[in-house]
């Protein structure tokens, strides 16, 4: 049972343009959402989160929109770049349930930039 | 400088094998988890660990146990290798369980 589902294995967008990622979720408990970066042989990467007291949270290039009703949460990179190009966790935990069941994660989106 | 640091990288062995990850944080964190990331990619919580209670993922088979010697170090045991336990597994701290997690690099274990 997929509680956190990006449902894109992979996008391709070219350099200097917009790169919006999107992530579903189905349990309504999740109260705090993150988006993680991963390269190949590395650990996720921390890059934004949201809670969900909030529905947009900007950091740089990178934003993050939450629609609670919807159950949706997106991330918007601009301007795209080369070094973009990984694979993109979106995560889901219960803040207010004292977060002691780790986070859970989607599938992961696998971000192209093209030059 | 690594905040989060997982020994060995790549782990292969025999079916049957007792094997042990190691993974250390110098972030300061009081809270530390064990991640498997499968065939699928799904990346999934096993434990969090922190002021000495443990949390456990009831679908972890009890051949996978932690051990904390201290706040900094979470290793991970893993007892009577299986097939299906081919993963990559990633350590991650955070400094109390609602925040932000930082990932160590992962340890990838094939058996064989």
């Known amino acids: 049972d997929q509680q956190v589902k990006q449902n894109s294995p992979s996008l391709s967008v070219q350099e200097g343009r917009i790169s919006i990622l999107n992530c579903d979720y189905t349990?309504?408990?999740?109260?705090?959402f993150l988006w993680y970066k991963k390269y190949p042989a590395e650990g996720p990467t921390f890059l934004i989160s949201?809670?969900?007291?909030?529905d947009k949270n900007e950091d740089g290039r990178f934003t993050v929109f939450l629609n609670k009703s919807a159950k949706h949460l997106s991330l918007h990179i601009v301007p795209s770049q080369p070094g973009d190009s990984a694979v993109y966790f979106c995560?889901?935990?219960?803040?207010?349930?004292?977060?002691?069941?780790?986070?859970?994660f989607g599938k992961g989106t696998h971000l192209i930039i093209q030059p | 400088d690594t905040a989060v640091s997982q020994t060995p990288k790549y782990l292969v062995t025999q079916m049957g094998n007792d094997k042990s990850i190691k993974c250390e944080q110098n972030l300061g964190h009081d809270t530390m988890y064990w991640y498997k990331q499968d065939s699928k990619k799904f990346l999934k919580i096993m434990f969090s660990?922190?002021?000495?209670?443990?949390?456990i993922n009831e679908t972890v088979p009890n051949r996978f146990s932690p051990k904390s010697p201290d706040k900094a170090h979470l290793n991970l045991h893993i007892n009577s290798l299986e097939l299906g336990d081919s993963a990559v597994y990633f350590c991650?701290?955070?400094?109390?369980?609602?925040?932000?997690?930082?990932f160590g690099p992962g340890t990838r274990l094939l058996v064989l």
């Open positions: 349990n309504s408990m999740f109260d705090y």
């Open positions: 949201i809670s969900s007291i909030k």
């Open positions: 995560a889901a935990s219960q803040y207010s349930g004292g977060g002691a069941d780790g986070l859970t």
């Open positions: 660990y922190n002021n000495k209670e443990l949390i």
């Open positions: 991650a701290s955070s400094q109390r369980p609602v925040e932000t997690q930082y």
